[in-house]
C-alpha cells in the first residue's frame, strides 16, 4: 500500500541499504591467538624435552667414561716389561689416557650441571610467561567477545519476531498490544543492532590490540628459544670442543714414542736374560742328551737289505736294523728328522727261526709285533732277505742267529739243559744233530750228540729256518726227551748236522726229533 503523502515516518538511517541491519561475522580471533599460544606453549615444551635429555645423557655418559676409566690400568701391569721412570714411554701414553678420559667424565657431569642449571630455566620462564598470555586473552577479548555474541543473538531474536508478525497478519495487529506492533519491533531492532555493534566495535579495537601485542610477543618467544638453544650450543659444543681437544692430546702423546724406546729400555734392564745375537745355532749333531749313548740304544747290526714282496714276488729295498733288545725292525729309510720313525715292521726275534744262507739269500720267519703285543691269533711271515753280496748275508744271518738263539756279544750261549721248547732253540743259526734219546717211558736218560760236521744222510734240500727236525728210531707216548720235560724233546747244542738229521722243509724255529720207527699218538717234534 502506498504511503500517504505528508506522513512523518521513521526509516533507516541515511546511507543504510535495505540489509545492512545483518551483523557481519568477524570470527573468533581470541580462540584463534589462544590455539596459538598453546602452540608455543608445545614448542617450548618440545625444546624443554630435548635438552633435558641431552643433560641425563651427559650424566648417563658420565657413568660410561668411569667404566673407560677403569679399563687403563694404573700402574701397568706388569710393570717391570715397559719404562717407568720416563713419562716418555707407553706408561707415560697411558697415564695420559687416564687423566684425559677423566677429564672427559667430567666435561660431560660439567654439561649435565650447566643444561639443568642454566639452559632450562630459559625454557622454564618462556613457558610461564606463555600461560600468562594465554590467562590475559581469556580473561578480556575472549571474554568481551562471549558478550558480543549475546548481543547478536538479541538482535537476531527481534528480527526473526518481525517477521513472524509480517507473514501473520501484515500490518494489521489481531490483539491490541503495541509490543506486537511491527513498528514498535522494528525500532526495537535498531537499538539492539546498535548496542551489538558498538560491543563489536570495541572488541575489535581490543583484539587488534591483542593481535598487534601477540606479534611482538612472539618475538619475545623466537628470542628465549633462541637463547635457550645459544646456551645449549655453548655448553654442548663446547664439551665436545674440549673432547676433541682431549683426544688430539692423546693421540699427540702416542705420536712422540720412538719405536724402539721401550725396547732398548727393556734390553737394558734384562740383558743378563735375552738371547745373544751373537751366539751360534744349535745343530742336531752336537745335541746331547740323557743315554744318548748306551748301549741299549746302539744297533748289533743295521743297514740295507731286499726283502721280498709277498704279491708281486719282487725284491724292494728298505733301512733293517738289530737292536740289542733282539728285535728286528724294517724302516724305508734313515732318515730320522722329516718324520717319525716308526718301523714299518717288527720281529721279535726270539721267537722267530733263520734259515741258511743261500748266496745272498736267507729267510726269517716269525710274527710282526709292530702293531702291538704278539699274541697266539697273529699271523706268521715267512721274510726273504736278500743282501748285497754273500758276505753281507752271512754277516746278517749270524747277527740274526744270535739274537734269534738269545745270544749277544758277553753273554753266554744256552747250555743243553733247558726244560721247556723255548729253552731248546738254536744259538747260532747252525743246524745241530738231533740227540739220542731211548724210547719208552719219557725222562729216561738222554746222550746229547757233539758238534761236528754233517753227517751221511743229511738232507739240506728246502731249508727254510736255522733249526732241523730229526726222525726218531721209534715214538710213542713215552718219546724220550729231557728230564721234566712235557713234550719229550731233546735240546740239541750248537755244531754241525749229526747222521740221520732230516731237514727238508723246515722253516725255523722247529726242536729237534728223531725218525720214529713207528708212529704213536705223540710221534712228532718236541
Known amino acids: 500500500m502506498a ?32 590455539n596459538r599460544l598453546d602452540a608455543w606453549d608445545s614448542v617450548c615444551k618440545t625444546f624443554e624435552s630435548y635438552i633435558d635429555a641431552n643433560a641425563k645423557a651427559h650424566k648417563a655418559q658420565v657413568k660410561e667414561y668411569d667404566k673407560v676409566l677403569k679399563s687403563i690400568l694404573d700402574p701397568v701391569k706388569p710393570g717391570e716389561n715397559f719404562e717407568q721412570s720416563s713419562y716418555n714411554g707407553i706408561t707415560g701414553l ?36 606463555i600461560k600468562d598470555k594465554s590467562k590475559q586473552i581469556s580473561s578480556g577479548v575472549a571474554k568481551d567477545w562471549k558478550s558480543v555474541q549475546k548481543s547478536r543473538e538479541a538482535s537476531q531474536k527481534h528480527i526473526d519476531l518481525l517477521a513472524r508478525q509480517l507473514e501473520s497478519s501484515g500490518i494489521h495487529i489481531s490483539k491490541p498490544d503495541p509490543n506486537n506492533d511491527p513498528y514498535v519491533i522494528h525500532r526495537g531492532i535498531y537499538h539492539r543492532l546498535n548496542k551489538q555493534i558498538n560491543e563489536e566495535n570495541e572488541n575489535r579495537r581490543d583484539l ?65 736374560r735375552l738371547l745373544d745375537p751373537n751366539a751360534p745355532a744349535r745343530h742336531i749333531e752336537k745335541a746331547a742328551f740323557l743315554n744318548q749313548n748306551h748301549a741299549a740304544t746302539q744297533p748289533i747290526i743295521e743297514g740295507t737289505l731286499e726283502r721280498k714282496g709277498k704279491l708281486l714276488k719282487s725284491y724292494n729295498s728298505g733301512y733293517y736294523v738289530v737292536t740289542q733288545a733282539k728285535f728286528l725292525h724294517e724302516y724305508k729309510d734313515n732318515e730320522n728328522f722329516k718324520k717319525d720313525p716308526t718301523p714299518e715292521l717288527s720281529l721279535y726275534l726270539p721267537d722267530c727261526t733263520i734259515g741258511a744262507v743261500a748266496g745272498q739269500k736267507f729267510v726269517v720267519k716269525g710274527k710282526d709285533t709292530s702293531k702291538g ?38 753273554e753266554t750261549p744256552p747250555t743243553s739243559e733247558a726244560s721247556s721248547p723255548v729253552a731248546s732253540r738254536q744259538t747260532s743259526g747252525t743246524l745241530d744233530p738231533p740227540s739220542k734219546q731211548t724210547t719208552g717211558v719219557p725222562g729216561t736218560e738222554q746222550h746229547p750228540p757233539t758238534s761236528g760236521a754233517h753227517g751221511p744222510g743229511v738232507q739240506t734240500t728246502g731249508i727254510t729256518g736255522g733249526e732241523v727236525t730229526a726222525t726218531p728210531a721209534s715214538a710213542g707216548p713215552g718219546s724220550a726227551g729231557p728230564v721234566g720235560s712235557p713234550w719229550g724233546a731233546a735240546p740239541a747244542s750248537t755244531g754241525t748236522h749229526g747222521p740221520g738229521v732230516q731237514t727238508t722243509g723246515v722253516t725255523g724255529g722247529e726242536e729237534a726229533t728223531t725218525t720214529p720207527a713207528s708212529a704213536g699218538p705223540r710221534a712228532g717234534s718236541g
Do not use: C
Not at 697415564?95 to 642454566?118: F, P
Open 94 to 129: 697411558i697415564e695420559n689416557m687416564r687423566r684425559n678420559t677423566q677429564g672427559i667424565a667430567d666435561s660431560h657431569l660439567e654439561v649435565e650441571k650447566n643444561l639443568k642449571g642454566t639452559t632450562l630455566p630459559i625454557l622454564a620462564e618462556l613457558r610461564g610467561a
Open 3 to 34: 504511503e500517504k503523502p505528508g506522513l512523518p515516518h521513521r526509516g533507516p538511517p541515511q546511507g543504510a541499504g535495505a540489509h545492512d541491519p545483518e551483523p557481519q561475522e568477524t570470527g573468533d580471533t581470541a580462540g584463534l591467538l589462544l
Open 373 to 410: 703285543k704278539l699274541n697266539a691269533f697273529s699271523q706268521t711271515h715267512e721274510l726273504a732277505f736278500k743282501a748285497a753280496s754273500a758276505a753281507e748275508a752271512e754277516k746278517w744271518q749270524s747277527a740274526l742267529a744270535t739274537a734269534i738263539g738269545k745270544t749277544t756279544a758277553g
Open 208 to 272: 587488534l590490540q591483542a593481535q598487534h601485542n601477540f606479534q611482538q610477543f612472539e618475538a619475545y618467544i623466537v628470542d628465549k628459544i633462541k637463547l635457550s638453544v645459544t646456551s645449549f650450543h655453548q655448553f654442548v659444543a663446547g664439551q665436545s670442543d674440549r673432547q676433541k681437544g682431549i683426544y688430539e692430546d692423546i693421540h699427540q702423546k702416542a705420536h712422540v714414542i720412538n719405536g724402539d724406546f721401550e725396547w732398548n729400555a727393556f734390553a737394558a734392564r734384562n740383558k743378563d
